[in-house]
């Protein structure tokens, strides 16, 4: 058994497994809490059955080990962020699997300036949440006295939509779509912004049953988005669009509207974005940066060259001027501006920024061989490159969350991409029968 605990973004596992157990929640609270002694840290959780016992442990952790958790319930990711890095926290725990089914979970860890936490604070994690001692009071008697503790969590939603609004105000929407709000986290945070709106936004997916967030619904089921429509994912920190012809508008397209409308000429993405960002960024003499994957080495990227706009294809964008983490529902506002104040409709932000062809490969792996190991295939990926010649790409890499092998290939045409993958899928069929 691995005892990696950190992937792309933060802990993550299965329910009920190593890592996501109560005994290791409660570890990972006392290591958290000896980074921030006697001081405030937030605590808050989407929408899975699994979240209550896990949310206890951590507090019951944080307590015990010198902290002071307050346990803000039912949250999206980007309002803990948002709240941490403007009100009297050092820092938060989100508990979470994000666009993962409820029988996954996991820990987000935030600084104290709303980010997730550092390379190197996660280093130190990964040694000290295996030498903390077991948990020593029940589940049960801890989430029984978190209760008296936890601070309204609409105190928390107002004091973040408080400031979404000073930045873009309600009547400068004019332009308006349903939501679908995976019937996670952003169900709540929906409810409660629509009884302070003169003009209710319409959702959907927004009952929570503890199993059904990012079911069949949501940013993580872009298939089943409905046409004229947004979707966040079940924490609230991904936002997705469909035009009213039913086609997909990703992150990357995102990112280039809010480039042009705002006027932003530095920007991050990762080695997953797709190359028209590279080659929009070019044609206006802008920077582009790419990162690996994940919001978090977005999020240092962006740090690192002074970009106030980054994102990934999947909907994670970071505009700095709304929040300084993935923010669904503030980008969701923005967006809605845009088209207001620009007189435009999705289907102009999809056909003003045409993505060059993608197809992405999912290979299941028990075990995650470096990549050069794999005899033949860094061959095959060269010689398919260079066949190619110049226009495109092929990049391989193992998923930071699932045990896959991803490979993406980006080419001029469809038909050249289905060439190539089946190509790749023979590779690996080969293999298999050697």
Request: proline letters at 6%; hydrophobic letters at 40%; glycine letters at 10%.
């Given at each position: 058994?691995?005892?990696?605990?950190?992937?792309?973004?933060?802990?993550?596992?299965?329910?009920g497994?190593?890592p996501?157990?109560?005994?290791?929640?409660?570890?990972?609270?006392?290591?958290?809490?000896?980074?921030?002694?006697?001081k405030?840290?937030?605590?808050?959780?989407?929408?899975?059955?699994s979240?209550?016992?896990?949310?206890?442990?951590?507090?019951?952790?944080?307590?015990?080990?010198?902290?002071?958790?307050?346990?803000?319930?039912?949250?999206?990711?980007?309002?803990?962020?948002?709240?941490?890095?403007?009100?009297?926290?050092?820092?938060?725990?989100?508990?979470?699997?994000?666009?993962?089914?409820?029988?996954?979970?996991g820990?987000?860890?935030?600084?104290?300036?709303?980010?997730?936490?550092?390379?190197?604070?996660?280093?130190?994690?990964?040694?000290?949440?295996?030498?903390?001692?077991?948990?020593?009071?029940?589940?049960?008697?801890?989430?029984?006295?978190?209760?008296?503790?936890?601070?309204?969590?609409?105190?928390?939603?107002?004091?973040y939509?408080?400031?979404?609004?000073?930045?873009?105000?309600?009547?400068?929407?004019?332009?308006?779509?349903?939501?679908?709000?995976?019937?996670?986290?952003?169900?709540?945070?929906?409810?409660?912004?629509?009884?302070?709106?003169?003009?209710?936004?319409?959702?959907?997916?927004?009952?929570p049953?503890?199993?059904?967030?990012?079911?069949?619904?949501?940013?993580?089921?872009?298939?089943?988005?409905?046409?004229?429509?947004?979707?966040?994912?079940?924490?609230?920190?991904?936002?997705?669009?469909?035009?009213?012809?039913?086609?997909?508008?990703?992150g990357?397209?995102?990112?280039?509207?809010?480039?042009?409308?705002?006027?932003i000429?530095?920007?991050?993405?990762?080695?997953?974005?797709?190359?028209?960002?590279?080659?929009?960024?070019?044609?206006?003499?802008?920077?582009?940066?790419?990162?690996?994957?994940?919001?978090?080495?977005?999020?240092?990227?962006?740090?690192?060259?002074?970009a106030?706009?980054?994102?990934?294809?999947?909907?994670?964008?970071?505009?700095?001027?709304?929040?300084?983490?993935?923010?669904?529902?503030?980008?969701?506002?923005?967006?809605?501006?845009?088209?207001?104040?620009?007189?435009?409709?999705?289907?102009?932000?999809?056909?003003?920024y045409?993505?060059?062809?993608?197809?992405?490969?999912?290979?299941?792996?028990?075990?995650?061989?470096?990549?050069?190991?794999?005899?033949?295939?860094?061959?095959?990926?060269?010689?398919?490159?260079?066949?190619?010649?110049?226009?495109?790409?092929?990049?391989?890499?193992y998923?930071?969350?699932?045990?896959?092998?991803?490979?993406?290939?980006?080419?001029?045409?469809?038909?050249?991409?289905?060439e190539?993958?089946?190509?790749i899928?023979?590779?690996?069929?080969?293999?298999?029968?050697?």
């Amino acid at each position: 058994m691995s005892t990696r605990l950190f992937g792309t973004d933060g802990i993550r596992g299965k329910a009920g497994e190593f890592p996501i157990l109560p005994e290791l929640a409660f570890r990972a609270g006392m290591a958290f809490a000896s980074h921030h002694p006697g001081k405030q840290i937030l605590i808050a959780m989407d929408t899975r059955e699994s979240c209550p016992a896990l949310a206890g442990a951590i507090y019951a952790g944080l307590a015990t080990g010198g902290a002071n958790p307050v346990h803000g319930g039912i949250l999206p990711t980007p309002v803990l962020a948002y709240c941490v890095s403007s009100m009297d926290f050092s820092g938060g725990v989100m508990i979470t699997a994000s666009h993962n089914p409820y029988t996954d979970n996991g820990f987000k860890f935030f600084d104290g300036h709303g980010r997730k936490i550092s390379t190197s604070l996660q280093t130190q994690l990964e040694y000290e949440i295996p030498g903390q001692s077991p948990i020593q009071n029940p589940i049960e008697d801890t989430l029984a006295d978190t209760q008296g503790h936890s601070p309204s969590s609409e105190e928390l939603m107002a004091h973040y939509t408080t400031h979404l609004f000073s930045l873009i105000p309600p009547e400068n929407i004019r332009v308006r779509f349903p939501i679908d709000c995976a019937n996670g986290a952003g169900a709540n945070l929906l409810r409660f912004v629509n009884q302070t709106l003169k003009t209710p936004i319409e959702t959907f997916n927004v009952w929570p049953d503890g199993r059904n967030i990012n079911l069949n619904c949501g940013a993580a089921q872009p298939a089943k988005m409905e046409a004229n429509s947004a979707a966040l994912d079940g924490d609230g920190d991904r936002i997705l669009f469909k035009d009213s012809r039913g086609r997909l508008i990703t992150g990357d397209h995102i990112l280039m509207f809010l480039a042009d409308s705002l006027n932003i000429h530095n920007i991050v993405g990762t080695v997953m974005t797709n190359e028209a960002v590279a080659r929009f960024s070019e044609q206006r003499g802008s920077a582009f940066h790419r990162s690996d994957v994940g919001d978090r080495f977005v999020r240092e990227l962006m740090d690192r060259h002074n970009a106030p706009l980054g994102g990934e294809t999947s909907g994670h964008i970071i505009l700095d001027k709304l929040n300084f983490t993935g923010d669904g529902f503030a980008v969701f506002l923005q967006v809605l501006e845009l088209l207001s104040t620009e007189n435009i409709s999705l289907s102009d932000i999809f056909e003003s920024y045409p993505m060059m062809p993608q197809t992405l490969l999912n290979f299941p792996v028990s075990e995650r061989i470096p990549l050069k190991a794999i005899q033949g295939f860094i061959p095959l990926i060269r010689k398919l490159e260079i066949g190619m010649d110049g226009k495109g790409r092929i990049f391989p890499r193992y998923s930071g969350t699932e045990n896959l092998l991803r490979i993406l290939i980006e080419s001029p045409s469809e038909e050249q991409n289905e060439e190539i993958a089946s190509k790749i899928a023979n590779f690996f069929k080969n293999r298999r029968t050697q």
